[in-house]
């Protein structure tokens, strides 16, 4: 009676914060608007912070966008709403994993369910802390799942952005104008190329009657890489006060090879320890099955003792959370 009334208080609780989730997934966010006023204002501090303008293009910037501030000042409201689209919402995650057609309360049954079956699963084989841990089974193999999605793509896109700038800028200082530099920059570049077939959807929505303004602005918006806000500001600044924007997208190259340098350090030196990780557990691994064969009973006596089995299934769940940790911090964008 008592596990059976566990069981339906832990069901009920998951069941409620994936509500819970779902409704503030489907709470509606302001994304931010690359062309107006306050979102050049809030661009150009990220510009200044990695010294890609110079103070005299800063001037002219803060001089320009002044008449787009002062329609926007007088509105917390919309403030506010700006703030709110710094995070990244679930509706933001699945664009960029290429899964918007997948609704998000969709997501929170689907994290439901995992959880109930792993659940299950734990209660019935299982010691109280791996059954603890199978209620976030759910959420972590999702977001997982959705998080992986998410840096891939954003890996692929990341491979030719850097060329694809240089290219850019050599192309400016040629003489052709912004559209017909990045159409002919994106031409050196695979076909499968992210970066390629950004550029071509950006052009075929200008041939189409788009804006051009508003067609740079819709470049990589569905990509989750640091840079491509930047880039898209950079383009519609000089639009709008000119400046050289060569000069411009070459120190933003340079950002970009260091981003990508860094980052590549940092895996370089998580993954000896990571590794490492591995391969001892692949050892306790093959300890353990060579130990069946010779003595069963020592094995299977260690997982269905009363006290034996919740220590080694504690040290199951510590050793996972590790692995963790240690892909988070590989993972940390920069």
Known sequence: ?????????????????????????????????????????????????????????????????????????????????????????????????????MPPFVVSILQIIVSLIFFSLAYTYLR????????????????????????????????????????????????????QALQAASES??????????????IERVRLGIPEENSIGAFGEDIHQPEIELFVQALILSRRIGGTLSD?????SKQVRKRQTFNRAASSAVSQQSGSIWVIIGIVVAVEVYMYFIAPKMVVGAW???????????????????????KKVTNIRV
């Open 1 to 101: 009676m008592t596990q059976t009334i566990l069981i339906v208080i832990i069901t009920l609780i998951v069941v409620v914060a994936g509500l819970l989730a779902a409704k503030r997934a489907l709470t509606p966010r302001h994304q931010v608007m690359r062309k107006s006023g306050k979102g050049l204002r809030k661009g150009l501090d990220q510009y200044r912070a990695r010294n890609i303008l110079d103070q005299e293009e800063d001037d002219d910037v803060m001089q320009a966008t002044s008449s787009g501030d002062e329609s926007d000042e007088g509105n917390p409201e919309e403030e506010e709403e700006y703030s709110h689209g710094k995070g990244l919402t679930l509706e933001m995650r699945l664009r960029y994993a290429q899964l918007s057609w």
């Open 304 to 326: 269905t003792h009363p006290k034996l089995a919740g220590i080694a299934q504690s040290t199951i769940v510590i050793v996972m959370s590790a692995i963790m940790m240690m």
């Open 128 to 179: 109280t802390v791996m059954q603890i841990v199978s209620i976030f089974t759910g959420p972590i193999l999702v977001n997982g799942w959705i998080n992986r999605r998410i840096r891939k793509r954003a890996q692929k896109f990341d491979n030719d952005f850097s060329q694809f700038l240089l290219s850019v800028v050599g192309m400016l200082k040629t003489g052709l104008n912004t559209v």
């Open 189 to 202: 570049l695979d076909d499968d190329s992210l970066v390629k077939k950004e550029v071509e959807l950006m």
């Open 248 to 252: 411009t997208l070459d120190r933003l």
